[in-house]
């Protein structure tokens, strides 16, 4: 029993040495219509957040051919932004109909919840009026729709019977 004791200790003071994961990187490429570093940051935080623990990529580069790497690349067409995310075992795309760090977010976003069913709940639980996927936009058109209805049977309702009070 004492040995297997002595064992386990000295298992448990070195297994984060045999176990241990190599780490992971963001590498971020865009046009000229964006702030790299601010692409940087929400990049890491995001894919930090839905994916996997991350750092920037570092500027001397990495050696060696075997590293994690995820490469997130941003573009603008029109009004439009677009993001592609690869990585490990993810080849992933969003879009937006916005300009700007906050298209490039909500593309990033959308890229992940597209190729991350587990993680969609969480996602829209943290961002819930950030992509239409997670309801935000559809339920205030839903309010507002709701709101129109109300309005128009109080207007019906005055009209042919003048003598009621409106609610």
């Known amino acids: 029993m004492k040995y297997i004791l002595i064992f386990l200790s000295i298992l448990l003071l070195f297994s984060p040495l045999f176990g241990e994961e190599k780490p992971c990187y963001v590498s971020v490429t865009s046009s000229d219509d964006f702030n790299q570093t601010l692409l940087n940051n929400i990049s890491i ?4 957040q839905y994916l996997k623990n991350v750092k920037q990529f570092p500027s001397s580069g990495l050696s060696g051919i075997d590293h994690c790497v995820y490469e997130v690349t941003a573009t603008k067409d029109k009004e439009k932004t677009f993001v592609t995310l690869q990585g490990n075992n993810l080849n992933s795309f969003g879009d937006a109909n916005i300009e700007g760090i906050d298209g490039f977010q909500q593309s990033l976003l959308r890229s ?9 709940k969480l996602i829209c639980s943290d961002y819930p009026n950030i992509l239409k996927e997670c309801g935000g936009v559809v339920k205030k058109s839903t309010k507002l729709l709701m709101k129109v209805i109300k309005n128009t049977h109080k207007f019906i309702k005055n009209k042919f019977h003048p003598t009621e009070i409106a609610e």
């Open 45 to 48: 935080s995001v894919i930090s």
């Open 112 to 120: 992940i919840y597209r190729s991350q069913r587990d993680k969609r």
